[in-house]
């Protein structure tokens, strides 16, 4: 029997100002396309904004829906879209944010499982690391990758590095 620990690794900041400002531009996108979310139903908008290797940053909100699982998560919105439209370029980093009934998370949100799945098999698709930017208004967390937000991911051959 072994017994693995696995350890997740994230820096943890109190202001934007103190990222660069391709992260402060990513985390504004991503708060301005949480004003744009469609979110009747909870009340709770989240922004992500997707930056690719051409420099272009791709937006995307959370679409619900009266039938509840029609609807979308904001990640999802913009990483298939990036997909769809740029299916060659490489993604570099996500900023995620998030309001509850107007008012700014004070707490970055965490993305869902599936948005976490979806993160990880961009960056085998594309072999290149997605930086992971969770913003709240009181602490703004920064991942490497999005392999450290889903330790153990599913694949579908797992003896290989990917797709
Ligand atoms: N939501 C996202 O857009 N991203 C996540 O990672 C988690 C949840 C959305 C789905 C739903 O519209 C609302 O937040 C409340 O769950």
Redo the contacts with the bound molecule.
Sequence with gaps: MNRITLKTVYREYDSPGELSSRQQVLIMKAIEAAGR?Y?P??G???G?AVQLANGEIITG????NAAYPS???????ALFYAGANYPGEKIIAIA?T?TEHGKPLEMP????G??RQVMLETELRHNHPVEVILHGAKKTRVLKSAADLLPLPFTLSPDSKGP
């Design positions: 979310a979110a139903y909870s709770f908008r989240v992500a909100n959370n679409q619900e609807g979308l998560c904001a990640e999802r919105v995620i998030a949100v965490s993305p869902c599936g948005c």
